[in-house]
């Protein structure tokens, strides 16, 4: 087995800081590390090599000092090391990184390609899809666990998605991008660094690989950053004495109810922090295409929020909305979006056709081919995430994922949102491709109307490849899913908890306010549900009208997946938590004494809602 892990070298994000001055990400002094889910891939390919032969071979792109990086994974187990190294890649994007990286790879016949499921900076997982699609290589991606069956030359990969877990087998060749579970974290030794010292590693310049200014750097790069934003988010940040727990607690409740708890709704949801202004006449005619997806057999609702957006844009400045909807089409599904205000809908029928990744790049290319948008729009799905980068590989389009709201500038580009170096920081990026492409996080934008006229519904007769990967195994929780995109109330808990043993007070209150639970990354990294309840920048985004967080930190990596929340009343013993200081309504006490007085006085005043009703 021959295989390469292509790696990234990236600033501890914990030592990140933005000057607010001069709207610049300081880095000065900010130590760099090999970024986590590289290293997982490294692990996993290391102890492929020693069960089945072979050879390692480490692949990066960056500047001089990222040979440091190449040792560390070299001292992990690597055999030698490919370093691109060259003045002509600065200003890379994730296209033109997996152009340079994809002509290192096609030099040698690698069995496997393994990559992060996403640098831990810029928090893409573009660059694996794409080099799978330069490569015309079958793709998995966010393996949580990969075997190789030598014999008949697959992958076989288990891996999360939003609905649940699914194992599918690949041939080999194949690209697959490790998540955080792929392999036991482990540490290098000083005879291991010492003996890395002796290991090859063979510089690549732009020219050895027979790339020119038009492929990478800043002239190949179709997207590139325009501007920082500070990530603060704007709460009425109420902190309640706690002197008096009773009394807190009371006062907490009166908010619930004032907001509409248990009654009429009176708290609206966040807008989010989109301008209209700008671009005039520079987007009149153009159209957006939004993809649409499903979950058990309805229509996520994170794409009535991409047509909404799309339907604004068309009302300020011009232009159409089409809607894309490709694979199974039921009647429900058509008629949901033909209602939903767009203009047109494009059915690509094929029934008992599954969300998987070539089959739909292939026919959202042909319909970009075909119909010739201006901006096309995804959601930050799991399938969003493998289908975008493949589709803007094969296209060579400028693509932006994982954006948190879409704003249009005074040249009439919609200019994307997107978090990065660990949410610190927004930053807007645009697109020197026509269309333009983004993947948008579900819950960031508010969803369409139901009163809309019905769109036209044009019949798209478009064949489909046959897909080289194959699914046999998935269990899904898609009713848990829909419920967490769609709850008025979420109640979400961290690891201050305690143990999974305390989650059924945490049940108990969700139950009683009619909410679902969400929690933290550190939690479902512990096992104690399912990381589809995980919300955050790794993690799944909501707009309920009221959030309970309880015993969590509150750290901006959380707080950026509920940022549209109505009211957030958060539960911490530190007064100094990012919690406390950035919610609605504040608690500062023991969540184990809080929380029961909280479920007593909600209990007594929704039987007492419940009685004046009657």
């Known amino acids: 087995m021959r295989i390469a892990v292509c790696i990234k070298q990236v600033p501890m994000v914990a030592a990140m800081k933005f000057d607010t001055e001069s709207r610049t990400i300081v880095r000065d002094g900010v130590p760099t590390e090999v970024s986590a889910f590289d290293v997982r891939a490294m692990l996993r390919a290391v102890e492929l090599k020693q069960q089945l032969g ?14 440091d990086a190449l040792a560390e994974c070299l001292a992990l187990g690597g055999d030698r090391a ?37 640098s831990v900076d810029a928090e893409t997982g573009q660059v694996g899809p794409e080099i799978a699609e ?19 030359r697959v992958a076989i990969v288990e891996r999360e998605t939003d609905a649940g877990i699914e194992t599918l087998e690949a041939p080999l060749p194949a690209v697959v991008t490790a998540g955080e579970d792929l392999a036991p974290e482990r ?27 038009s492929a990478v750097g800043a002239g190949g790069s179709p997207t590139w950053v325009l501007g920082l934003e500070s990530a603060e988010d704007e709460r009425a940040r109420e902190v309640l004495p706690s002197e008096d727990l009773d009394a807190a607690v009371d006062a907490a409740v009166e908010r619930l109810l004032a907001a509409g708890l248990f009654g009429e709704w009176k708290v609206e949801l966040k807008a989010p922090a989109i301008s209209s202004s700008g671009g005039g006449d520079a987007r009149a005619g153009k159209s957006t295409l939004v993809v649409a997806e499903s979950a058990g057999g309805a229509i996520r609702r994170v794409t009535f929020e991409l047509i909404g957006r799309a339907r604004q844009l068309a009302d300020d400045h011009g232009g159409s909305v089409d809607v894309l909807l490709a694979g199974d089409a039921p009647a429900s599904a058509i008629d949901a979006l033909a209602q939903s205000g767009a203009d047109r809908l494009l059915v690509c029928e094929h029934p008992g056709l599954p969300q998987s990744t070539e089959p739909h790049a292939a026919i959202l290319s042909a319909v970009i081919e075909r119909e010739s948008p201006s901006l096309v729009l995804l959601g930050a799905t799991s399938f969003g995430r493998d289908v975008a980068p493949r589709v803007a590989g094969r296209l060579g389009l400028g693509l932006t994922g994982e954006a948190i709201d879409l704003t249009v500038d005074e040249e009439g580009r919609v200019l994307q949102h997107k978090p990065a170096f660990g949410g610190s920081v927004v930053a807007l990026i645009a697109s020197r491709t026509v269309p333009e492409m983004a993947t948008v996080r579900p819950g960031m934008l508010s969803a369409t109307s139901a009163d809309a006229a019905d769109a036209e519904v044009v019949r798209l007769d478009i ?6 990967v194959r699914i046999f195994a998935q269990t899904t929780d898609a009713g848990g899913v829909a419920d967490l995109e769609g709850a008025e109330v979420v109640v979400g808990f961290g690891k201050g908890i305690g143990d ?11 139950e009683l306010v009619g909410g679902v639970l969400c929690t933290t990354r550190d939690v479902t990294d512990e096992g104690w549900v399912a990381k589809q309840y995980q919300v955050g920048m790794t993690g799944r985004a909501i707009a309920p009208r009221i959030y309970i967080a ?7 990596e959380h707080m950026v997946g509920t940022r549209r929340s109505g009211l957030i009343l958060g539960i911490n013993r530190s007064p100094k938590s990012p919690l ?7 608690i500062v006490g023991d969540w184990a004494v809080v929380v029961p007085k909280l479920i007593e006085k909600l209990r007594a005043a929704k039987e007492g809602v419940v009685t004046a009703d009657s």
């Open 463 to 468: 064949p489909v490849p046959e897909d080289r």
């Open 134 to 152: 330069l490569l015309d290589l079958p793709q998995a991606t966010g393996a949580r666990s990969l075997e190789i069956d030598a014999e008949r």
């Open 500 to 510: 999974a043993s305390q989650l059924p007070v945490v049940e108990e209150l969700a």
């Open 550 to 556: 309880i015993a969590l930190r509150g750290a901006f």
């Open 54 to 67: 072979g050879e390692v071979v480490v692949v990066t792109m960056g500047p001089p000092q990222a040979v």
């Open 82 to 118: 490919i370093h691109l190294c060259d003045r002509a890649f600065a200003g890379s994007d994730t296209l033109a990184t997996a152009r340079a990286l994809a002509a290192a790879l096609r030099r040698e016949a690698f069995d496997l390609i393994l990559c992060g499921r996403n």
């Open 580 to 586: 406390i200081k950035n919610c609605d309504v504040g």
């Open 187 to 213: 540490f290098t030794t000083q005879a291991e660094r010492d003996a890395a010292k002796q290991k090859p590693i063979v510089e690549l310049s732009a020219a050895d690989l027979s790339l020119d200014d």
